[in-house]
């Protein structure tokens, strides 16, 4: 102990200080290496629990927050092989430019120090041959120093760019090879919204690993610099030695506070993606949601996923308000502080005072000493907060990142089925796109009119023209009263979806005149139903809500009952939330659960006409039966779009287009009308 006591005696205030805080810098890594050991298992279930706004599905991150640890090293090892392939792919050649951009930068930073300094002292001795002469320098080199700076950007966007060709180029690869893109939609749950997996997330992911890379090796390069040309100033390493001391304790300080900006960035990534799921949705199944009048409905779920998107940002801004009070604070003033004292600390010593010898006297020394020290202030400040400008990145690349390393398939599947409707509603048009000029006289936009009349659908003298102007039937004409179920036949595209859109009100009137029921006495059935986000409860009250249901006097005992007249209650028995089920209902059942569920949807409205199109193809002719004499005992009259000739025993007329403009309505004798189907 004597001889510790003498050594401590013998070292001066300073070197006292830099001992201190380089043993406060130890005990705080050694903290922060403490506090990222995993979790308990318990709290990493904790974590997994609940769901974004929506009742969409989101898979749980295993780790309880992204950090730059094993697990985050090991996928990038792995990602990494996919992202530079060898030594000698133009990935390499951009890490490299880098590289050598950013040390060019930094000299050039160096060099403008010392030759704006010399310009400052040039004005204060009125030297203007000085003047002149360091002016003229700069003016030759601010060209150089531009293209220096511009490199740097392009060579950091064409590494990102890189990066994002090579992972999107291997994900379809991967994505694409044998039946995995069906695999990953209908058969794997733990995938969820693949279209911006593939899309948004590489992206992400691509932009926030190249500026990983320059956050953190820019910092490490400056201080380097700046930490031998503060030596050479001062006259030693105790100097340089005191401030990286101070900056590594500040260091993991600022790191250990800012480690939920990780999980922050993770989270907001998939209220993003769940956001982007709910409009993706709408844009999809526009045309069945504006059948069911599901608008609000669907607001109520935009409102909500959006909500929770929005909540979430706000408390990361706030959280970031406070970080970044004492992020300003330790990393930058406070840095200047320990700064300027260890300078001033030199300056006072005699025995380092000689070793300003070699370096500029009077105000022209002041001046550069003061500008090269705070250069490397801001350098440590910048490796300082290294942890808050790379939390993001980190976050970006550890979310995206992870969850692609995890599983690199995917599926833009919003985006193909848009493309499939946009064919089938082109084949639907008909054979080429018309005209309004083409139009017959009398027929055009606004010229016909609908009025409103209970109980009663009559076309009077109604072309079904498409808004493309194609024209499909000349003239129709058909009275439709309560009770009476019709059948609607012909080939396809000849006009008997369209029929449904105009009485729908989603397409105008041409000519003529249509009378019908307010449009909630309406109701349609596709013959792939649309299934709604939330609960199991959402699907049959579809587009009410919870509240309109008890609001109407029905309870669950009622929607149950509904359930075991399609023989489908077994859903709701296998299910531990009951009502309250919240899943992927278009992934869970099958095509024939879907139009039982439907038909289901249909009982609990009970309106006076309902729209079937095809809308039991897939169940069994006996639950078909079932099914049509239910609507028959609860008063709905039916306009069925089939071809199977076992359901033309539930209908009394029939609509036939013939595919060439023409169409007839007419009873259905049994025994003289010709069946088809």
């Known amino acids: 102990m004597g001889a510790a006591d003498h050594g401590l005696r013998g070292l001066s205030r300073t070197q006292k200080l830099v001992l201190a805080t380089a043993v406060a810098a130890v005990a705080a890594a050694w903290t922060q290496r403490k506090r990222s050991r995993p979790s308990s298992p318990s709290d990493k279930k904790d ?45 390499s050649f951009y890490l490299v430019m880098v590289a050598v951009m950013m040390v060019t930068r930094t000299l050039c930073d160096v060099w403008q120090i010392r030759n704006g300094t010399s310009i400052e002292t040039a004005i204060i001795s009125r030297d203007t041959r000085g003047f002149n002469k360091y002016l003229g320098r700069f003016a030759l080199l601010m060209v150089p120093i531009a293209m220096v700076n511009n490199l740097l950007k ?100 600022l790191t250990w506070m800012r480690r939920p900006l990780g999980k922050f960035t993770v989270r907001e990534q998939k209220l993003e993606g769940a956001f982007r799921h709910v409009a993706a949705r709408i844009i999809t199944n526009s045309e069945e949601i504006a059948f ?18 929005e909540k979430h940002i706000r408390a990361v801004m706030h959280f970031r308000f406070g970080v970044g009070m004492i992020d300003t604070v330790v990393a930058k003033y406070m840095a200047t502080i320990v700064g300027y004292y260890i300078v001033e600390q030199a300056a006072a010593e005699p025995q380092r005072r000689q070793a300003y010898g070699g370096k500029p006297q009077g105000p022209a020394g002041g001046v550069l000493q003061e500008r090269e020290d705070d250069a490397a202030d801001g350098a440590g400040g910048r490796a300082a907060c290294a942890g808050g400008e790379g939390a993001h990145p980190a976050g970006g690349v550890h979310g995206a990142g992870g969850r692609l390393a995890g599983c690199a398939r995917g599926a833009a599947e919003g985006q193909v089925q ?52 194609e024209l499909l039937v000349r003239s129709l004409n058909m009275e439709v009263r309560r009770g009476m179920n019709v059948l609607i036949c012909g080939p396809n595209g000849c006009g008997k979806s369209s029929l449904f859109r105009i009485l729908g009100d989603l397409w105008p009137v041409f000519g003529g005149k249509v009378e019908k029921p307010n449009p909630c006495k309406v109701f349609y059935i596709p013959q792939k ?130 595919g060439e403009g023409g169409a007839t309505f007419e009873p259905i004798v049994h025994g003289e009308t010709v069946q088809f189907g």
């Not at 992204?66 to 990935?91: D, Q, S, T, W």
């Not at 078909?624 to 199977?644: A, F, K, N, P």
Request: charged share 20%; hydrophobic share 35%; aromatic share 10%.
């Open 292 to 309: 069911y009048r599901g608008n609000e409905r669907e607001a109520d779920w935009v409102e909500a996923s959006f909500g929770g998107l």
């Open 418 to 469: 848009e493309v499939s409707r946009a064919l089938i509603q082109q084949d639907e048009g008909g054979r080429g796109g018309g005209g309004e000029e083409g139009l017959p006289a009398g027929i055009g936009p606004g010229m016909g009119t609908k009025v409103e009349v209970d109980g009663l659908i009559r076309f009077t003298d109604v072309p079904v023209v498409t808004p493309n102007h």
């Open 154 to 253: 392009l060579g950091l966007n064409e590494l990102a760019l890189c990066f994002r060709a090579r992972l999107t180029r291997h994900l379809y690869k991967e994505y694409l090879t044998g039946f995995t893109f069906y695999k990953v939609t209908n058969l794997d749950n733990r995938i969820s919204n693949p279209d911006q997996l593939l899309t948004q997330d590489v992206d992400k992911f691509a932009t926030s690993l190249a500026d990983l890379y320059s956050n953190l090796s820019k910092p490490i390069l400056d201080i380097s610099i700046y930490a031998r040309k503060l030596a050479d100033n001062v006259g030693g390493l105790w100097a340089p030695a005191g401030m990286l001391a101070y900056l590594a304790a500040s260091g993991v300080f």
């Open 529 to 658: 139903p649309y299934l709604s986000l939330g609960t199991l409860r959402d699907q049959v009250t579809y587009p009410h809500s919870q509240a309109q249901l008890e609001a109407s006097g029905r309870c669950d005992g009622d929607l149950y009952a509904l359930l075991k007249l399609v023989n489908l209650e077994y859903v709701l028995d296998t299910r531990d939330s009951g009502w309250d089920s919240r899943e992927d209902w278009a992934d869970v059942l099958s095509g024939g659960e879907k139009q039982k569920l439907a038909m289901a949807r249909l009982f609990y409205h009970r309106p006076q006409f309902a729209i079937l199109d095809e809308c039991t193809s897939a169940v069994s002719v006996d639950v078909e039966g079932s099914m049509y004499t239910q609507c028959t005992r609860l008063g709905i009259t039916l306009l069925t779009v089939s071809h199977r000739k076992s359901l033309w025993q539930y209908h009394q007329h029939v609509l036939r287009f013939d």
């Open 47 to 91: 974590s997994q629990r609940g769901s974004p706004p929506g009742g969409l599905a989101v898979v749980p991150s295993k780790e309880k927050c992204a950090a730059i640890n094993l697990e985050f090293l090991r996928r990038m090892y792995k990602l990494l092989h996919i992202l530079v392939p060898g030594p000698f792919c133009k990935e």
